[in-house]
């Protein structure tokens, strides 16, 4: 059997930064004023650090605006919600991310729910995940969006074809499936009450897995061809004593044996996710400043 494609989404990220750049400096000139993204991020999480920091980085290498806003993890919420309503009404702020998980003592939908839909890049916002739901315009999750776009470049048209999306998550699982719906995809959601998930999976032309557990679909759930989307995202002991190493969902060594085109782990849909918040940022700078955007182009 022969190797499987790799879709590359680091090259596919690095094109998409590029083409926000050039339209961010487009918007500079018409609008007087830098596009900007607001990220706040409550607590110490070292993963959520890294996050916010290569955000922060790569929006001003874009040529927008950064505000970073850190809180001590014991803010208290009413302090939280305080802080995205002063973003809200800052005209500077196009897009306001509040970075996840919020710590224990805060209602995260509540916080979400404060956002701005017209500014919540992140697309989770019920205004938007309905926008979404309703086909009007809106903000998408990022790390979905980023999937769609790498599969269309990759398929072109993607009418009529099998779908399948494992998980069923808020931010990945669902909005995936809502827009394979929309690009005529017929889709199936399996989740961890499947049954006899390899069967399902053997029906696609297109598998997403947005699961968390690693390397858990395997080369023979795969029909001959097929596109696979890895958004897994687990690390796991590697060979060598006391290292850990990234692996996705998708066991890569035996599905790219089988599918015609595959994500790898890393390098696939990750870089993905930030280049699309800077996407939306741009949109969203856009569609506030009332400034004609062809979203298509980018
Ligand atoms: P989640 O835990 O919220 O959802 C997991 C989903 O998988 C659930 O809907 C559950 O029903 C399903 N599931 C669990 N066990 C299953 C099984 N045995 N068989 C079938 N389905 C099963 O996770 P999430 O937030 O959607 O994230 C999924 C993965 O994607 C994680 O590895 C996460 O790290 C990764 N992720 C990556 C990015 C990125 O930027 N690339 C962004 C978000 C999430």
Excluded at 192 to 213: C, F, H, M, Q, Y
Excluded at 220 to 231: L, R, S
Aim: hydrophobic letters at 45%; aromatic letters at 4%.
């Amino acid at each position: 059997m022969s190797e499987a494609a790799i879709i590359d989404g680091k090259a596919f990220a690095e094109g998409l930064r590029g083409r926000v750049a050039t339209f961010a400096s487009q918007f500079e000139a018409k609008a007087g004023r830098k596009a900007g993204l607001a990220v706040v991020l409550v607590g110490e999480d070292p993963a959520s650090q890294v996050y916010v920091r290569n955000k922060g980085k790569q929006t001003v290498a874009c040529g927008m605006n950064s505000f970073e806003h850190k809180l001590d993890a014991d803010t208290s919420e009413a302090d939280l919600l305080a802080l995205v309503e002063k973003l809200n009404a800052d005209p500077a702020v196009d897009g306001i991310l509040v970075q996840l998980p919020l710590p224990a003592h805060m209602n995260e939908q509540k916080v979400i729910a404060t956002i701005n839909p017209d500014k919540d890049v992140d697309g989770f916002h019920v205004v938007n995940v309905g926008r979404l739901a309703t086909g009007l315009p809106g903000f998408v999750p990022c790390t979905p969006l980023g999937c769609v776009m790498l599969l269309k470049d990759r398929l072109g048209s993607l009418s009529g074809l099998d779908a399948v999306v494992i998980g069923r998550s808020n931010i990945v699982g669902k909005p995936m499936a809502q827009l394979l719906t929309a690009e005529s995809c017929t889709v199936t959601i399996a989740h961890s009450r499947t049954k006899d998930l390899p069967e399902v999976v053997r029906r696609a032309d297109i598998v997403v897995a947005a699961v968390g557990r690693p390397e858990m679909v395997k080369g023979d759930w795969i029909k001959p061809g097929a596109t696979v989307i890895d958004v897994g995202i687990n690390r796991v002991p590697a060979a060598e004593e006391g290292k850990t190493k990234l692996v996705g969902d998708v066991d890569f060594a035996s599905v790219s044996q089988v599918a015609g085109a595959i994500t790898p782990v890393p390098g696939g849909v990750g870089p993905m996710t930030i280049a699309v918040l800077l996407r939306n940022t741009l949109v969203a700078a856009h569609r506030n400043a009332g400034i004609a955007l062809d979203e298509n182009a980018i």
